[in-house]
């Protein structure tokens, strides 16, 4: 069965330092998404990602972050200069438009991203 | 404004019981989904009910939607040990690029 893929599964990294999170799509699937879940807390969007440039944003994703689709299949999130509050997990999504372009998305295992 | 949440917080049962999770929200929606998540795994998609079904059945799974109460409830009957997880509402609206709201979540315990 296709699934998202994401790597690494855990990144440390000093604060301050810039990380990229990569994450493999499902192949058809149009639509990309980031979310993160910070421990023990709720799953909080992040961004959308479809043809080619962001869709929606939340108010979590300032100048600090971005994302890119380099090639026909990675999606990548960048966090330019990491502080200590950016320490999650980062949940990469992807979904095949549905009704009204909302519909179940499916999820990698996550990306554990650790700022000392 | 949050969206999305949850009661209980927690819950724990003995197998073979039913279990109960409600989730509420505050804006419109044209969607809700339910969502499943192992302790430290990624999310797994349950069910969607659209705004204009009022109940949906997947197995052991039924989901209620009450646009009037803004509110849904997730039934799993006939739990299992390996149905222990966190539960999670999600809310999504057309054409807003395809994002879900996501609520606190329910932890459910089952017990064998």
């Known amino acids: 069965e296709p699934e998202v893929t994401q790597t690494p599964s855990h990144q440390v990294t000093q604060m301050g330092q810039e990380v990229i999170l990569r994450c493999v799509p499902i192949s058809n699937h149009l639509y990309f998404y980031w979310y993160r879940q910070i421990l023990g807390q709720k799953v909080e969007f992040l961004v959308s990602f479809y043809n080619n440039e962001i869709s929606e944003k939340s108010e979590i994703f300032d100048d600090q972050f971005s994302v890119e689709r380099p090639d026909g299949s990675n999606f990548t999130l960048k966090i330019r200069s990491t502080k200590l509050e950016d320490s999650a997990m980062y949940f990469c999504?992807?979904?095949?438009?549905?009704?009204?372009?909302?519909?179940?998305?499916?999820f990698g295992e996550g990306s554990r991203l650790t700022v000392l | 404004s949050q969206q999305g949440e949850e009661d209980p917080q927690a819950l724990s049962i003995q197998e073979g019981e039913n279990a109960t999770m409600n989730c509420s929200y505050k804006t419109s929606i044209n969607n809700l989904q339910w969502y499943r998540q192992n302790s430290g795994r990624g999310l797994v998609h349950l069910i969607l009910i659209r705004s204009n079904e009022r109940e949906k059945h997947s197995g052991r799974l039924r989901v209620t939607l009450d646009t009037s109460k803004k509110s849904s409830s997730l039934l799993i009957t006939a739990s299992r040990a390996a149905d222990t997880a966190s539960y999670f509402c999600?809310?999504?609206?057309?054409?807003?690029?395809?994002?879900?709201?996501f609520g606190q979540g329910t932890e459910l315990s089952v017990k064998p």
């Open positions: 999504a992807s979904s095949f438009p549905g009704q009204g372009n909302t519909g179940e998305l499916f």
């Open positions: 999600a809310t999504g609206r057309y054409n807003q690029g395809g994002k879900l709201i």
